[in-house]
């Protein structure tokens, strides 16, 4: 026969296990602990990796950032090697992503920024001189000396750009794309929007370039970029398994999304205050922490305590 007592006990934990909430919930294993992730030098990345780093410290977790090209990130992720890249631009990165997640190699999370741009652009008096669409660019060929700036080798967006030299579309015969980096491209666009000379470059929104220069997206892109000036969506995607075997910080990263506005004040913070990404997002943590709510929801800490608490001391202490 049963002890009363064995009996008494038992329903009390069933009776907590469904009342007491995520504060009685056991959080990840010791595993999922270390959360690798991946940022491609992209500014607009570092600050997203820089605000999930400040929340994943505060509910228990450690990060590790790797800076590695977009290519390698996926490699990365196949191998089990990264366990999430916040920077899935889509519909650039649709050739080289699309078949892992066909595949099962990958999952996506979630979209954590709508509303975003990713096209080839122009500086405001290039565009009032009449360029203002892919079609536009091989009439002022000489302008422009056959020359489209990017980023770093590699990158999905310079394969859509040698693609499309190389389909000869729009008239783009006989140019060259230049890699480079983000900030060496970028100095390019200084030196010439300074001198009133003619470039065309690789842009995206959110990043400081829209405040810091006066530039025009181009229109008239379906294949390569997409419609709408480039309009994208960045998602958060997750190597194969990580929903399962790490459910509490899947669970975080599934429900982060963020905003072109909040992005570009991370950004600025980081590029004109030269602050340290970490203490731009806990800045902005803190002037936005209505966010918190929704993406902290049924979130513990890897100890099991409700996590939005925990957010909150560690953002009052700084």
């Not at 890249?85 to 990958?106: D, S, T, Y």
């Not at 030299?165 to 480079?180: C, H």
């Amino acid at each position: 026969m049963r002890h009363p007592r064995a009996t008494f006990i038992s329903a009390g934990l069933m009776a907590c296990t469904l009342l007491c909430g995520p504060a009685a919930r056991a959080a990840d294993a010791e595993a999922c602990r270390l959360v690798r992730m991946a940022d491609p030098g992209w500014t607009d990345i570092t600050s997203t990796n820089a605000v999930a780093g400040v929340l994943l410290q505060a509910l228990g977790y450690e990060q590790k950032v790797s800076n590695l090209s977009v290519p390698i990130t996926y490699v990365g992720l196949q191998k089990d090697q990264i366990d999430v890249f916040l920077g899935n631009w889509m519909p650039a990165q649709k050739p080289m992503v699309e078949p892992l997640i066909k595949e099962g190699k990958l999952s996506v999370l979630r979209a954590n920024l709508p509303n975003a741009k990713f096209t080839l652009a122009v500086p405001a008096h290039v565009a009032a001189a009449g360029v203002k669409s892919f079609e536009d660019l091989a009439r002022h060929a000489d302008r422009f000396d056959r020359r489209i700036y990017s980023i770093e080798p590699g990158s999905p967006a310079n394969q859509n750009i040698k693609k499309m030299i190389e389909a000869r579309s729009y008239g783009l015969e006989g140019w060259t794309l230049v890699e480079s980096s983000e900030q060496s491209m970028l100095s390019q666009v200084a030196r010439k929007e300074k001198g009133k000379e003619w470039i065309v470059f690789l842009a995206w929104e959110p990043h400081q370039m829209n405040t810091k220069f006066q530039i025009s997206y181009l229109d008239g892109d379906k294949t390569y970029f997409g419609p709408n000036y480039g309009s994208a969506t960045v998602h958060t995607v997750a190597r194969r398994g990580y929903a399962t075997q790490c459910p509490n910080a899947s669970r975080l990263f599934s429900q982060m999304e963020f905003s072109v506005d909040l992005e570009n004040r991370i950004i600025t913070e980081v590029l004109e205050q030269k602050s340290d990404a970490r203490t731009a997002a806990i800045r902005q943590l803190k002037a936005n922490l209505a966010l918190l709510e929704t993406w902290l929801a049924g979130v513990t800490t890897r100890s099991g305590e409700d996590g939005l608490p925990a957010v909150k001391k560690l953002l009052a202490q700084h």
